[in-house]
């Protein structure tokens, strides 16, 4: 089966600037997962998406991200405006239902250079 | 708080010695654990499950509540276990914690 894809794989941009990255889980997977990598840390669980509603989002900094998945498939994520320690990679995952939250299958993740 | 504690950043073995990678987690209900993987190049990916208590590619884990640690072991290890390996925390809810990752390297 596809994998989880997400688009841009690499994106450069100035402090200040606006980005948005997208993802698409895989097909028939309700359950959608953003996360934040920083640099030789573990990844953070930004937000979580059941179908198109949101479950849980305590840990999206809500004064400069934003997400959504306003069908129920692909989900964007945005930062505006971006600060320097927003650097990071930023993981989609997707799994069948919330309760198998433990098998998620994570996409290749967009590297993000905040300058 | 930190959830999840992996206190070896590096951890260098020979091939065919012990291997075991340090997890210790802060919850005071009742854990689900898991250990992720990452090979060179790919995406990162569900290694086991302490509930399913399988041995997956020789590797094992047993969840301590005493100690809260679920260290990862396998007896031998193998050149094709070089990695980066999460230990990951479901903290009831919808709460997931990963710890701050082990790089293995095995030594030829």
């Known amino acids: 089966e596809a994998g989880v894809a997400q688009s841009p794989r690499y994106k450069i941009i100035e402090k200040r600037q606006s980005v948005a990255f997208w993802c698409n889980p895989i097909?028939?997977?309700?359950?959608l997962y953003w996360y934040q990598q920083i640099l030789g840390q573990g990844p953070k669980l930004l937000i979580q998406?059941?179908?198109?509603?949101?479950?849980?989002d305590s840990q999206l900094p809500k004064d400069r991200f934003s997400a959504e998945r306003l069908k129920g498939v692909d989900s964007t994520l945005k930062i505006q405006p971006a600060k320097l320690e927003d650097s990071a990679v930023y993981l989609c995952?997707?799994?069948?239902?919330?309760?198998?939250?433990?098998?998620?299958?994570f996409g290749p993740g967009t590297r993000l250079t905040v300058t | 708080a930190q959830r999840v504690t992996q206190p070896e950043k590096l951890l260098s073995v020979f091939k065919g010695a012990p291997v075991e990678l340090k997890c210790n987690y802060s919850?005071?209900?009742?854990?689900?654990l898991f250990w992720y993987v990452q090979y060179s190049r790919q995406r990162l990916q569900l290694l086991l499950r302490h509930i399913s208590r399988e041995s997956i590619k020789g590797f094992t884990a047993d969840l301590n509540k005493g100690e809260t640690s679920f260290h990862l072991k396998k007896p031998f290890a193998q050149e094709e276990d070089s990695a980066m390996y999460y230990c990951?925390?479901?903290?009831?809810?919808?709460?997931?914690?990963f710890g701050t990752g082990t790089s293995l390297t095995v030594i030829p």
């Open positions: 998406f059941q179908n198109n509603g949101v479950v849980d």
């Open positions: 995952a997707s799994s069948v239902t919330l309760m198998s939250s433990y098998e998620q299958y």
């Open positions: 990951a925390l479901s903290a009831g809810g919808n709460q997931f914690y």
């Open positions: 919850y005071s209900g009742s854990p689900e």
């Open positions: 097909s028939g997977h309700a359950t």
